[in-house]
């Protein structure tokens, strides 16, 4: 795809063309992935900068004992490898992974740093994002290492209703697996279970063969039930 097109399907893109250097424009290249496909492997080296144009990855972190831990999703316009770029480092620290079908543009690492570091705008862009992501990210940590397992998880169901706009008319169904939530929560398996179950007569969600579904109702009841946590 040209850079026009690329520009049409997603116009934030613009802003990365309007000045690019042609040293870009002859070297780049476009991946495309589908759900579920490895952006980048944990501690591979880094050949590109990344700028994702459509759809959605997961940032997970993976450990010697098997245990998978998801940071973060992040949707387009987002960045590929910017992190280790910016930190001058040869490899990344965590696994990008599709959630959805994905396109991406790329620029082979020593052009994207000669260009990044000689255009200050897009560096600033680049480096608002970080900051974006760990503020993000600190906010998080902090509320799992004061707040217990059950708020965690209620907070996790409120935030998951409210991105799929769910109404007094539309309940929700959430089609993940306990496997992956617990990786998006960070809990362990074994205590998320223990969860659901202690809070399945509180009227906060109901199963529907093994899937958590929550009316308009429950998701009220979630908040109500959040809001009254945090007064203990």
Not at 54 to 80: C, H, P, Q, W
């Amino acid at each position: 795809m040209d850079l026009t097109a690329l520009e049409t399907l997603n116009p934030e893109f613009k802003f990365f063309t309007q000045n690019m250097p042609d040293y870009v424009k002859q070297h780049y290249f476009i991946r495309q992935y589908q759900i579920g496909d490895i952006i980048h492997l944990k501690t591979e080296t880094l050949n590109y900068l990344g700028i994702l144009l459509s759809g959605k990855t997961r940032v997970i972190n993976e450990f010697e004992n098997g245990n998978v831990y998801m940071l973060e999703t992040n949707n387009a316009l987002d960045y590929i490898g910017e992190v280790t770029l910016l930190a001058k480092q040869n490899s990344t620290s965590v696994t990008i992974e599709a959630a959805s079908a994905c396109l991406v543009f790329c620029v082979p690492r020593k052009y994207a740093e000669q260009w990044i570091f000689s255009d200050v705008a897009i560096l600033t862009k680049l480096a608002q994002q970080v900051a974006h992501k760990l503020y993000r990210r600190s906010l998080d940590i902090g509320m799992k290492l004061f707040y217990p397992a059950e708020f965690i998880f209620v907070d996790y169901l409120i935030k998951e209703c409210a991105q799929n706009h769910i109404s007094e008319i539309k309940t929700f169904k959430i089609n993940k697996t306990r496997t992956f939530i617990s990786e998006e929560i960070g809990m362990n398996i074994k205590t998320l279970n223990q969860v659901i179950t202690n809070l399945k007569p509180k009227a906060l969600f109901h199963l529907e063969k093994g899937k958590l579904v929550l009316t308009y109702q429950n998701f009220t009841n979630a908040i109500q039930y959040l809001e009254s946590s945090k007064a203990l």
